[in-house]
């Protein structure tokens, strides 16, 4: 069974930065990629970042190209999304993910098949 556990988030004023982390049990890491997402109140889910199973391809949401970078440590199990010059605009829940197929990496919500419990961030003004 697949878990995966976020850790990271908190409060943090305009300009600042966090680290957020993951960690994956239950299926072999190194094959699957991994995702984060956010989900700000009263709005849907959407795609943060993603990582293929080796690291060498990633992809964000444009607007955040720059301020976030998602790396992952397959020797640890953990994929991490550092993130600076944050706004009060990106507070929300952040949920990391891991794909459903060995292999591929995607943005699609669709294509995740596991997902951990979320972590608040609250970016202060």
């Known amino acids: 069974q697949v878990q995966l556990v976020e850790s990271g988030g908190g409060l943090v004023q305009a300009g600042g930065s966090l680290r957020l982390s993951c960690a994956a049990s239950g299926r072999t890491f190194s094959n699957y990629g991994m995702g984060w997402f956010r989900q700000a109140p009263g709005k849907e889910r959407e795609f943060v970042a993603s990582?293929?199973?080796?690291?060498?391809?990633?992809y964000y949401v444009d607007i955040m190209k720059g301020r976030f970078t998602i790396s992952r440590d397959n020797a640890k199990n953990t994929v991490y999304l550092q993130m600076n010059s944050l706004k009060p605009e990106d507070t929300a829940v952040y949920y990391c993910?891991?794909?459903?197929?060995?292999?591929?990496?995607?943005?699609?919500?669709?294509?995740?098949?596991?997902w951990g419990q979320g972590t608040q961030v609250t970016v202060s003004s």
């Open positions: 993910a891991q794909l459903r197929r060995p292999g591929v990496t995607s943005r699609q919500t669709d294509d995740f098949g596991f």
């Open positions: 990582i293929n199973s080796s690291g060498n391809t990633r």
